[in-house]
């Protein structure tokens, strides 16, 4: 059956999981969007709970009149497919490369970076207290579908994170480059390490960085990156240093 009521409950649904993360977060569900990011979901093998297509496009799910299903649409353009997932979260922080990100407020950057961990090898990305929500829609849209193939974990305190901790501070401490054989002389068999990023404005907090085993910078020659960006350099060169 066709769903042709803007009423209906399902599309209510999916309006309050798009609008609220308050919502996702007590229902612990989200809404993706878009063939490509459905197509990245069953890649990875997380099965949507209810799935939605516009009547007529021939794609799987339950059909709805195509200008409803562009109402519930967080893209501009309208789109042909959504689908509802449950929410997945680890247990804890995993290695042996893992990414924490503090306080980075912005959806996009929190993508972006679950983006670069997915194509440098990141075994997780943790988010500690202040940051946006993974699953909210213009997160899951900057992941470009990591945000099913990453795992994800929350933490509360950097003694939760794996390995050796390398607090990223713009002109702070040692160079990035010097941190590997920090994290293999720590454990030459299993050398874990976790990269620490921190706010836009603020930077890591204080108590942060000093729980941090390293403080390591990027060199630059302004005052200093974009959280995404630093996050992605950062997983660059530890994962390249990984694999020399
Ligand atoms: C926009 S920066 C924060 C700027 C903030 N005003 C400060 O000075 O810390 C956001 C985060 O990106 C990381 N970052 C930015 N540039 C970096 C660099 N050159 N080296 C290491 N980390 C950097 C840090 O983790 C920083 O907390």
């Known amino acids: 059956v066709t769903i042709t009521s803007p009423h209906n409950e399902k599309l209510k649904e999916i309006r309050k999981l798009t609008a609220r993360r308050r919502e996702r977060e007590r229902a612990g569900r989200f809404v993706a969007e878009g063939e490509d990011l459905l197509a990245a979901a069953d890649a990875a093998g997380w099965h949507a709970a209810e799935r939605f297509c516009a009547a007529g496009s021939g794609l799987p799910g339950i059909e709805v009149a195509p200008e409803l299903l562009a109402g519930v649409s967080g893209l501009g353009s309208g789109t042909r497919t959504l689908a509802v997932y449950s929410e997945r979260w680890t247990e804890s922080a995993i290695g042996p490369l893992c990414v924490c990100l503090w306080g980075v407020g912005d959806p996009g950057n929190i993508g972006t970076v679950l983006r670069s961990a997915e194509a440098f090898g990141a075994s997780c990305v943790a988010l500690g207290p202040g940051c946006a929500d993974p699953f909210g829609p213009k997160a899951v849209r900057a992941s470009m579908g990591a945000v099913f193939s990453v795992p994800l974990a929350r933490v509360r305190d950097a003694s939760d994170l794996p390995g050796l901790r390398v607090a990223l501070a713009a ?74």
């Open 171 to 244: 002109g702070q401490g040692v160079p990035l480059t010097g941190v590997w054989e920090k994290t293999h002389a720590q454990d030459p068999i299993h050398p874990t390490v976790t990269l620490l990023v921190g706010a836009e404005r603020e930077g890591l907090p204080a108590a942060v960085v000093a729980a941090a085993d390293v403080i390591a910078h990027i060199p630059i020659r302004t005052h200093s990156l974009n959280a995404a960006m630093a996050a992605t350099i950062a997983l660059y060169e530890t994962s390249r240093m990984a694999r020399a």
